[in-house]
């Protein structure tokens, strides 16, 4: 097994929380007028909702780290719109450290509690139907796999007119779902993703607001 499939899932919540940044900071350098996918805003994600934050006592700081995850891998949590980017790190002749593809959007992911027939692992909590998907700058894609109660998330992407096929290895955070695509057959690593609920999002108004510090 190649160390790439070996390294995801598992992603622990420090390299997470630095995808998220190293993400969003490429997101904010394109031009306003190509930032079709508004970015998530902090005062528009209800963290009290889902976060079951722990009394600041001794030892407790790593139970903070994972007071997200119950809810956050639940089926009612992630059924809904969501929207996001990947990068793709593979080359072709690209000379951008951080390349991002146009945005994936119109996500809509629909999810169901996994039965006892359908686990192969304890950890199985909540499965992604194939009925999911959305569409970015390639075409129509669907999305299917399944995410453990640890918070480790791991689904198929298919384009479904091309019939290509990659695999999402990720974790749930407070900002969404963040991790690495690739070729599961080979190992290979592809660039890594990162999606958010569509409620959680500024509009491009606002944003744009923001950025230009009007």
């Known amino acids: 097994m190649s160390r790439f499939i070996e390294d995801y899932p598992g992603l622990n919540s420090a390299r997470a929380a ?33 976060m079951d934050i722990p009394l600041p006592l001794r030892n407790t700081g790593e ?32 000379r951008e450290r951080f390349y991002l593809d146009p945005p994936m959007r119109r996500i809509r992911l629909i999810a169901r509690p996994v039965s006892l027939s359908e686990k192969s692992s304890p950890n199985d909590k909540t499965i992604i139907d194939g009925v999911s998907g959305g569409v970015d700058g390639f075409h129509t894609f669907s999305l299917s796999g399944m995410v453990s109660a640890n918070g480790d998330v791991k689904l198929r992407k298919t384009y479904i007119h091309q019939g290509w096929s990659w695999m999402w290895w990720g974790v749930v955070t407070p900002f969404g779902i963040v991790g690495a695509w690739g070729r599961e057959h080979e190992g290979r690593f592809g660039g890594h993703f990162w999606i958010w609920k569509n409620e959680w999002c500024e509009s491009l108004t606002e944003q744009a607001t923001q950025v230009r510090g009007i």
């Open 18 to 50: 630095s995808l998220v940044v190293a993400m969003m900071c490429a997101i904010m350098q394109l031009p306003l007028d190509s930032k079709i996918a508004p970015l998530p805003s902090p005062s528009r994600i209800p963290f009290q909702t889902f």
């Open 63 to 94: 139970d903070f780290t994972k007071c997200h995850i119950n809810k956050m891998t639940s089926a009612n949590f992630l059924t809904g719109d969501w929207i996001g980017y990947y990068n793709d790190l593979r080359g072709w002749g690209r």
